[in-house]
């Protein structure tokens, strides 16, 4: 029901199926007199667009957004921002097949059920296509956020077995875009993009792990107990297409510490900070100005280029032959995705933290 | 701001400060004509209380519930169910200490800057103390559950390195309540509990995971795009107290397969159904009618009975000296908290899923 | 912040400016499998028009409304509908001269207040244009209520002094179309152009009061307490432009009787019903199953085509000619926007109450 | 379902029966470190009280606010403020006739029907009791708003056909506590009282008017389209029991003007205001810095002391006598609950308010 819209103050409403006429959102709640970098936002999207590079999609889509109120002479009026990007190269001829078929480990079986109708050209409204209004909305939140100075990074650090071993602290985050894998480390750059393109060779496909760092945030960010930023946090991870886990800080290596081992010490260094970062920059559910860092799990993608058994909605066995044009690995576009979520999550409880006090 | 309240049509508001007057809740959504059993939703409520065995901390509370409205000659009339436990054994003295002082990865500093005010009588409101009014929810939401046969199960699997290595349908469920730390295999249960009777003697703490199962889900819960199943099931773990990391199905481990591996293939077997359950039950966000199966890692409670370096409020270097009672790992205390929270999201989303279809 | 979105479980967000690029809104929450009759929204549409007759403005806007999203095969998908209409026919030239002064009993003043900045073309987000993705969205909800049998009627039951003395249960509702002014009363009507012609060679405007009826409601429709069904009504018509007034069954005549007079007594009729109507079909915040009615007050049209004094940006007196073209009277295309918000908040409340017993 | 809950940044959530065990809320978002006058609250809330005057319900509820959470050592904390009102002289035998029996204009029968259960006692959920937690969450966000300097009151203005005939402009307010009637013109009040008390013989009920004004409200409340700030107040004065209408401003009376002499020209006069006040302080949705003032009316009270004809819960018809203990005139008691929900609406348009730039 309202599960298409997304924060309390800075809101965000999409529409859109993947083969449909067009996608896009409303973006409520971006403050008036913002500057809006036009460029900028389609640079977002650009980093996020099929076709961009050997790894991925051959789908040619332009992804032009369009806006269409909400900016005037440049600037946010504080009314909404409609925006829309119009679908160009959706060959939908390449889903009729699927009309009556369930895809394995797609949405296609549970929209089936869930609403009885459901628009089978590439996965419809459960088709990733959908996170490019994500990536829209999250860039105009970063202009938000970057009036406060705050930074907000995601890079791969692991496809399949690959892993960047490193952690944001100890790396150079101004080389993630040096390489089309958006891995910040150029010898494991390498090894990952070897790996695609033997995976992709076999018709298959890779998941992996995106980290996360939001840099110079105010203190006191998150609501108490239910709206904790982690908590939004990890919700606004997990609805990103493909995720399977997120964890923040020290996360599930949390487990093999004591206490005494895992409990950040406050110093005193020019203002309170904390000798170590477990905590991942949130206590309580609340900024504490330390880095925020947290990891994003992705499964493989589940379209391969195999062909596979499943059932069709008589229930009968079929063998199933991909079609369609599609990545082997998301993860390096995901990474937009998922500072975009990171920037309306952020912007959002800075909105909120307005009203703290008197 | 809103940070208090959780769900859509099954909404929960709760109050309270750990050494207050009293905690609560408002449930508003419960539909009408539900037998509510009294009993049940205290015996929830036990699971979770301070006091009941050697591995948990010795605060003395009752935590009787008393209901105030909603419910009339044992039924559910639809209007918003009130209730409330009043703190009793807090002995609030025992804190006055920490009136100017930050422990270390608890709430303290980040509640002080965030509003200026601090009640810091055992962590305010940001005490863990606050999901007892989420258990009383949960058991609400439990009856409601029950009635369409959904049943919801978590245990602790790890403690610590110790780990029940089984996956939740290689065991056997019932005996969750057999011990004390609440892993349902008594080998593992017998050497957490030693761990953690050696742990507290050191004055540490131990953290670890808790796997959450339901059962007999209808096939179609959970929203497109942004509130997704496992999104908003996310959420909630989250929002949990020293909760740090969250993983559906395959999580984390998704990476080290290749999607061909890793992919449910759907059979016919009285009905539609996948083969494996990498994905948890859930897929494009929406259940499967396969079982949800999710880990929800805790680290180490803050508090350990050791000496610690830590900041004041003017910034000054002090050593902090625990007091208080505590436990030495809350996992078996959480094991409730996690069903309850689980509860709460599936039983919004049976109430959501009414929606669906003309 | 959150203005611009309206409702719980059919939510409708709207984005545009009069004189920007396009108007448009995302309508969440349209169960699936809902025939949509593409037809009949355009038809909804062009009775809000402007340029449909000599008493409406001459700005002449196509309206044509693209569906972007949520309907396949002319059926809801249970996905949110997109929707727009590009904006033609704006001669923001006529506007320019307004950039820095405040006409009187607009929004000009309060927007540049509130906001810092303003798109000042034709009041921009604040103009009555934005009222016509209420009536796309509303058409869609007349759709989903056909389903139930439920029919919302509207009509013009007052222009100035000339007023129509007969209640809606007495007058003939399919006669509303048959003359310009929406009026089901032809000699009526006749004297309501009479004047509005009058009016409108003075230079002058008119306000009024529109009629608005719900028949064959389910009983059970509105929530206890703050959401009761008239409660939001009032919120919905109030949110309308140049409404000043809303009042329900006997409204502010109820004042006039005494409680002996007014109550309205069951009786059972084939059902349990009431003998009169006082109530307007609302007792304690729900439907009873009687007929819904209400009327809402319109003030005149703030802009007049006589020279006004005020003020501009600056704080200097200045004299205001108006340009631009404008309604003398909006009532008549009033009746669809009263319609659709009562259309988006019926379906809305039925969507909601199927979630009231077990 | 979200029926019992109101409010965006400052949100209440009430709960409670006219005769269960206690009534009572959750109040989440009054910033912190808001001096609370315990006090004030508790006289607020005594102008509710019933039995203060020989002009209300001689039920006698000492109505006792108990405050449980978000206060400490007298200042708000930022956390939820969880308040109860334990019901004291309930007597719910007198009502043990009524388990079957609809009375005429009360919410019995749709309560009934929409939840199929139904606490008969007293109108359980659906009586006017509920407000007293209006009347101490307003209280709250009076406190709130005076820090702001606003200031907010209503009166008593019509009581069947006795009417103050002066607007709030040319009346002394300071008066209103004079008498128990709440109308601050002495020789009104008189009449007002005679009525009442000469009808109260007749076993029979009164409703009226109450007029409600907002001054010092900074320019810019209000949020676009949907939340309008008057929208919200119909909202608010709608939801209480027994209104049956609203207008702003001129309201109703506006039909009856041209544009020319119902518009509000700006003039310059120490800051730009408005010569005349018909718009009531708001312009597009959004308070201009002139006062605010509104009507709400009431119908006559239910409960007469006549028998009334009516039909129970099996279709028969039935003669009601009235039992209980009830106000023929329900006005005075009225006016904190208006003012509450003003405050509350107008507190939350506040905080709002905070975001509108960067």
Redesign the interface.
């Known amino acids: 029901?309202?599960?298409?819209?997304?924060g309390?103050?800075?809101?965000l409403?999409?529409?859109?199926?993947s083969h449909?006429?067009?996608?896009?959102?409303?973006l409520?709640?971006i403050?008036?007199?913002?500057n809006i970098d036009l460029d900028f936002v389609q640079a977002e999207l650009n980093k996020r667009r099929p076709g961009q590079s050997q790894f991925t999609t051959s789908r040619n889509e332009e992804d032009k957004v369009?806006?269409?109120?909400?900016i005037?002479e440049g600037?946010?009026?504080?009314?909404?921002?409609?925006f829309?990007i119009r679908n160009k190269d959706s060959k939908s001829n390449d889903y009729s097949h699927l009309q009556s078929t369930?895809r394995?480990?797609?949405?296609d079986?549970?929209?089936e059920?869930?609403?009885?109708?459901?628009?089978y050209r590439g996965?419809?409204?459960?088709s990733a296509r959908?996170t490019a209004c994500r990536v829209v909305a999250g860039a105009l939140a970063k202009l938000?956020l970057s009036?406060y100075n705050i930074q907000i990074t995601a890079f791969v650090n692991?496809i399949?077995?690959i892993r960047l071993t490193r952690n944001y602290n100890e790396i150079d985050l101004s080389l993630i875009e040096n390489n089309p894998v958006r891995c910040p480390d150029e010898p494991t750059a390498l090894q990952m993009m070897k790996l695609i393109n033997e995976?992709k060779e076999k018709?298959?496909?890779?998941?992996?792990?995106i980290q996360c760092v939001i840099q110079n945030l105010p203190?006191?960010l998150?609501?108490?107990?239910?709206?904790?930023f982690?908590?939004?946090?990890?919700?606004?991870?997990?609805?990103i297409?493909a995720t399977?886990?997120?964890?923040?800080?020290?996360?599930?290596s949390?487990?093999?510490?004591?206490?005494?081992q895992?409990?950040?010490?406050?110093?005193?260094d020019n203002?309170?900070k904390?000798k170590t970062n477990?905590?991942?920059g949130?206590?309580?559910?609340?900024?504490?100005?330390m880095p925020v860092y947290f990891n994003v799990?992705?499964?493989?993608?589940?379209?391969?280029m195999?062909s596979?058994?499943?059932?069709n909605s008589k229930?009968?066995?079929i063998t199933l032959e991909s079609k369609g044009r599609h990545d082997a690995c998301v993860l390096p576009r995901a990474v937009p995705i998922v500072e975009s979520m990171a920037a309306l999550v952020t912007a959002d409880f800075l909105?909120?933290?307005?009203?703290?006090?008197?």
Do not use: C, W
């Open positions: 029901m309202a599960g298409n819209t997304f309390t103050l800075l809101r409403s999409t529409f859109g199926e449909g006429i067009a996608i896009g959102g409303v409520d709640g403050p008036a007199g913002l369009e806006f269409l109120s909400g005037f600037v946010s009026t504080g009314t909404p921002i409609g829309m369930y394995p480990s797609h949405a079986f549970t929209y059920k869930k609403f009885g109708v459901r628009d996965g419809g409204r459960s959908e938000l009036k692991q399949g077995p995976t018709g298959d496909t890779l998941g992996g792990t203190i006191g998150g609501e108490p107990v239910f709206d904790k982690d908590a939004m946090m990890a919700h606004a991870m997990m609805s297409n399977k886990g997120f964890e923040i800080g020290s996360g599930f949390s487990i093999d510490k004591n206490g005494s895992l409990n950040d010490v406050f110093i005193n203002g309170i904390t477990h905590s991942g949130v206590q309580g559910g609340i900024t504490n100005g799990a992705f499964k493989p993608v589940a379209t391969i195999q596979q058994e499943s059932v229930g009968e066995t909105l909120l933290s307005r009203g703290n006090k008197i």
